[in-house]
């Protein structure tokens, strides 16, 4: 067994009103907030990404090969240029790199190198937690479990906290999320 871990905080940008639909954990929130980011700001799969890639990446040699982490797998020339310079204004990002068109190429590439290596793996489960004030998970927990489950082909359990004020996060200026993915 391998255990894989990620997590990815970006900040908020304050908005004029709450019409900003948000992607986390491939679905949209609508939020006063925009998460700050190189590409569509889906914290939640950016997160399972990561522990994606370090855990088949502990599994043998020829898996190590893959990139340890989103940043050396998606160049950053793959975001549009504006999207990291723009700040909160409309950007034109690829909608190839939006959480599950990344998702599901990041699951290929592992598969693809599993079976290039003759390696045999399974993901047993996927557990990610999210801290932030907003916006509130809980009312589409089971709704994003059932996604990210159907994409990921094994289980997936979702939380949401706050940090009750403390820090940053606290104080409503990000978000945090970690996610760990057990392999067999």
């Known amino acids: 067994m391998r255990i894989g871990f990620g997590t990815d905080t970006h900040a908020f940008a304050a908005l004029d009103d709450d019409t900003f639909v948000q992607n986390l954990g491939c679905l949209g929130f609508k939020m006063p907030v925009k998460i700050l980011a190189n590409s569509d700001g889906d914290v939640v799969v950016h997160s399972i990404i990561d522990a994606l890639l370090s855990g088949a990446r502990s599994i043998n040699a020829e898996m190590n090969q893959l990139p340890p982490t989103i940043g050396g797998f998606f160049d950053e020339e793959d975001y549009c240029a504006e999207a990291?310079?723009?700040?909160?204004?409309?950007?034109?990002?690829?909608?190839?790199?939006?959480?599950?068109?990344?998702?599901?190429?990041?699951?290929?590439?592992?598969?693809?190198?599993?079976?290039?290596?003759?390696?045999?793996?399974k993901i047993e489960n996927v557990t990610i937690s999210i801290v932030s004030n907003f916006p509130k998970i809980m009312p589409r927990l089971h709704e994003m479990e059932k996604k990210l489950s159907s994409i990921i082909g094994a289980p997936v359990t979702v939380s949401a906290t706050t940090t009750d004020g403390i820090g940053e996060i606290g104080r409503g200026q990000g978000i945090n999320t970690t996610a760990v993915v057990l392999f067999n």
Do not use: F, Q, R, W
């Not at 790199?97 to 990041?106: A, D, I, Q, S």
């Not at 079976?115 to 045999?120: C, G, H």
């Open 84 to 121: 990291m310079l723009s700040g909160i204004t409309e950007m034109n990002i690829n909608p190839e790199l939006t959480g599950e068109p990344m998702l599901k190429k990041v699951l290929k590439a592992i598969s693809d190198k599993a079976i290039k290596s003759k390696t045999d793996y």
